[in-house]
């Protein structure tokens, strides 16, 4: 695909098929993921590939089971009506459409300092970082024709799925990424319309 079909594709998808990710289109993906620009030339960053279901299913341990509780939380929050058929569309799915995919993504970074009370903004520069090298995933995974989803983890559940995959000190995993063919009856959310004209400032805000 031309890259700005890529970018007008990517959607979150989260109804997968049974179809399994070739490992061909998952190395071209995770090699796209690593030509991401990072903070200093240090790519700090390791990538845990779950496609076992044991493994899948004992990373998801506290998703599994947190999964109802975050839907009950969501219920009271005023939303419009774009962010309403969104949640209606993803809360029920956080476990699932993980679980489901049967390529689990689970991306790591050196964290140095405190994350939730840096002493500057560069003190987030890993966290930035793996950011973009987890955009380039999204965009490698359109471009193969796949689809994906992220959650991100919920109070300590990354703290959890670290010492399951054996992460060493001083990793933090920012995200879980599923990876997958689309379902035939996958629901691709609506993005809701933006006028550019109201969001890019020239010269001055």
Known sequence: MDFYEVVNNRRTVRDFSQKQVPEDSLSRILQAAFKAPTNDHLRQWEIVVLQER?????????????????????????????????????????????SQSGCLLLPFYRQNGDLLHPVALQSLNGFASIWCCIEHILLAAAAEGLGCAIRIPVGEEWKFVARQVGAPEGYVMPCYIAVGYPAEDAIRPAQEPLELVRKIHKEKW
Request: hydrophobic content about 40%.
């Open 54 to 98: 044991e493994s899948i299913e004992n990373a998801l341990e506290q998703v599994r089971e947190k999964a109802g509780l975050q839907q009950n939380a969501l219920a009271s929050r005023p939303l419009d009506d774009f962010q309403r058929r969104m949640y209606a569309d993803a809360v029920p799915k956080q476990y699932r459409m993980l």
